[in-house]
C-alpha cells in the first residue's frame, strides 16, 4: 500500500489551468506535492535527469511535443517510472496505442477526478514492479553464486526433470572427476545415469521414482556406479524430491559423493572386527575340539534365516555376529565337562547353563552396534517358557535369538559330540518341525527347514567360514 507522504511528479503539459486543476485533485490524496512543470523535450529530459520525479503525468497533445515521445524518452531514460497520460479527449483506439507504449493509465480531463487514483495505482504498480526487478535481479544473483559454488564443488550436484520431458536439466563439472562422463554427455543421454549404477543396485534407483511417499525430506542412497573407464566406484546419494501444487513428483535434485575410500576403509574394518571375532569363536573350538566349525556353522546359517524373513541389514549383521559368539560363555567351563564322553549329573548341567549369562557378562559392556549380548543371554529360550536362564516366553524373546535358537539346535544335532554320534538332517528338521509353535517360532522353523531342504549345507565351504 503507498504511504500518503510527499510525491514528486513531472508534468509534460502547455496549459497551467489543466496542471493546477490535477494538483489540486491528486491533494486529496497526497497533501504534500511537488511539481516540475515543463513543454518541449528539452526541458523534459533535463528535469527527468534533475528533479527525479516519482512519476509523470503528460498531455497528450501538445504543439511539437506530445504524449507518445513522453513515454519514449521516459522508457529509454527511466524505464521504473510510470506515465500517466491528461488528455481533453480520447477514443478506444489512441487509449489503447497509448498503453501499448508503455503508459500505465490515461485520464480524460473532464474527469479529473479520477486523477488522485490513477496515481496511486500507478506508484503501487511502481513499487510492485522495483520489488519484482529486486527480487529477479537477488534470484539472478543467488543462481549465480550457486552455480559458481556447484562448478567448483568436488561433489556431483545434479537436477533430472520428469516433466515434461525426462532428462537432467543441471549437472556439476565434478561428473568428469567422478563418473568419467561430462556434463554434456548426461544432458544428451537421459538413460546414462541408470546404465552407469551397478546392475545389482538399479532397482533402488528406480523405487526412487516408484516411491508414493510425497515427501520433500531427503532420501540417501549409497550404492555403486560403473565408471566410464569400467572401475566401480562407491557412491553417496542425496536425494530430493520436488512435487508440483498437485502433489505430482516432478523432479529430483541431488548431490552425489564418491565414497570408495571411505567404503574400503571400512570394510577393512569390518574384515579387522570379523577377525577378531572368528579368532574368539575359534578359541572357544580350542577349548572343546568336538564343536568343530559349529560356530561358524550356527552363524551362516542363522544369517541366511535371517535375511529369508525379511530382517533389516542391521539385525542380519546382529545375527551373524552374535550366531559366531553365542557360546563365548563356555569359556568359563570347565573342559573336562565340555568334552565328557558320558551324560552330564544335574550339577555338571547346571553349570552348562549358566553359560548363557556368563556370556552376556562378558560382552554386556561392550560397544558394539548390535544387542549382542542380549541375544547371547537368550538363545537357549523357548517360547513355551521352557528354556533359560530366564524361562522368558513368546514376544518376550527377541527375534534375532529365536533364529539362533533353532539354527543352534540343528548344527548341533547333526554334529558327532563326545556323548553320540552325529544325528541324520531328517532327525534334526524332525526335531524343530516336533516343536514348532511350542518351542520354537514357527515361521523360523519353516524358513530353516526350506533353506536345508534347498540345498543349505554346513560342510559347504566350512573351513572358510
Known amino acids: 500500500m503507498i504511504k500518503k507522504g510527499k510525491i514528486k511528479i513531472l508534468f509534460a503539459e502547455d496549459l497551467s489551468t489543466d496542471v493546477d486543476l490535477a ?3 491528486i491533494a486529496r490524496v497526497f497533501p504534500e506535492i511537488e511539481v516540475a512543470v515543463v513543454d518541449t523535450e528539452r526541458d523534459f529530459i533535463e528535469k527527468l535527469r534533475g528533479f527525479s520525479p516519482d512519476l509523470v503525468i503528460s498531455d497528450y497533445l501538445m504543439p511539437g511535443f506530445d504524449g507518445m515521445r513522453v513515454i519514449e524518452l521516459v522508457l529509454k531514460n527511466a524505464p521504473e517510472l510510470p506515465v500517466i497520460i491528461l488528455t481533453g479527449s480520447m477514443n478506444e483506439d489512441t487509449a489503447a496505442e497509448c498503453m501499448k507504449a508503455g503508459a500505465i ?6 474527469h479529473m477526478a479520477r486523477l488522485p487514483y490513477a496515481v496511486v495505482e500507478a506508484l503501487e504498480k511502481k513499487e510492485i514492479k522495483i520489488a519484482k526487478e529486486k527480487a529477479e535481479k537477488a534470484l539472478i544473483e543467488s543462481e ?8 567448483k ?4 550436484i545434479y537436477r533430472y526433470e520428469l516433466y515434461p520431458e525426462e532428462g537432467f536439466s543441471y549437472v556439476s563439472p565434478a561428473s568428469v572427476r567422478i563418473t568419467g562422463y561430462s556434463p554434456d554427455n548426461f544432458y544428451k543421454d537421459p538413460d546414462l545415469i541408470t546404465r552407469i549404477v551397478h546392475p545389482e543396485d538399479r532397482e533402488r534407483l528406480l523405487n526412487l521414482t516408484n516411491s508414493s511417499a510425497n515427501s520433500q525430506q531427503s532420501e540417501t542412497l549409497t550404492m555403486r556406479w560403473v565408471r566410464k573407464d569400467g572401475k566401480i566406484v562407491w557412491i553417496e546419494q542425496q536425494n530430493v524430491r520436488i512435487f508440483d501444487d498437485n502433489g505430482r513428483l516432478t523432479a529430483f535434485e541431488g548431490i552425489a559423493r564418491d565414497v570408495t575410500e571411505r567404503h574400503e576403509a571400512a570394510e577393512r574394518i569390518r574384515e579387522a572386527f570379523y577377525s577378531i571375532i572368528t579368532v574368539v569363536s575359534d578359541i572357544l573350538t580350542a577349548r572343546d575340539p568336538y564343536i568343530e566349525y559349529h560356530h561358524r556353522n550356527v552363524s551362516r546359517l542363522s544369517s541366511k534365516i535371517a535375511e529369508k524373513i525379511g530382517l533389516n541389514g542391521t539385525s542380519i549383521e546382529a545375527v551373524k555376529v552374535a550366531g559366531l559368539l553365542h557360546d563365548i560363555g563356555k569359556i568359563a567351563i570347565p573342559a573336562e565337562i565340555l568334552s565328557k564322553p558320558g551324560k552330564l549329573n544335574d550339577k555338571e548341567f547346571s553349570l552348562i547353563q549358566q553359560h548363557s ?8 559392556n561392550t560397544r558394539l552396534p548390535w544387542p549382542v549380548a542380549e541375544i547371547i543371554h537368550q538363545h537357549h529360550e523357548r517360547l ?14 527377541c527375534v534375532e535369538a529365536r533364529i539362533i535358537a533353532v539354527a543352534d539346535v ?18 534334526a528338521l524332525e526335531e524343530i518341525r516336533g516343536k514348532s509353535g ?11 527347514i526350506g533353506l536345508i531342504e534347498n540345498g543349505f549345507d554346513f560342510k559347504q565351504d566350512a573351513s572358510k567360514n
Open 23 to 25: 494538483k489540486w485533485e
Open 105 to 110: 493509465d490515461y485520464v480524460i480531463k473532464e
Open 144 to 151: 549465480r553464486k550457486f552455480r559458481l559454488l556447484a562448478e
Open 153 to 156: 564443488a568436488n561433489d556431483l
Open 357 to 364: 549369562t556368563i556370556g552376556y557378562n562378558i560382552l554386556r
Open 384 to 397: 513355551d517358557g521352557s528354556g533359560y536362564p530366564g524361562k522368558l516366553k513368546g514376544n518376550e524373546i
Open 410 to 427: 540343528v548344527e548341533a544335532m547333526t554334529s558327532h559330540r563326545p556323548y553320540r554320534p552325529a544325528h541324520r538332517m531328517e532327525t
Open 438 to 448: 511350542t518351542a520354537f517360532d514357527s515361521r523360523i522353523v519353516e524358513v530353516c
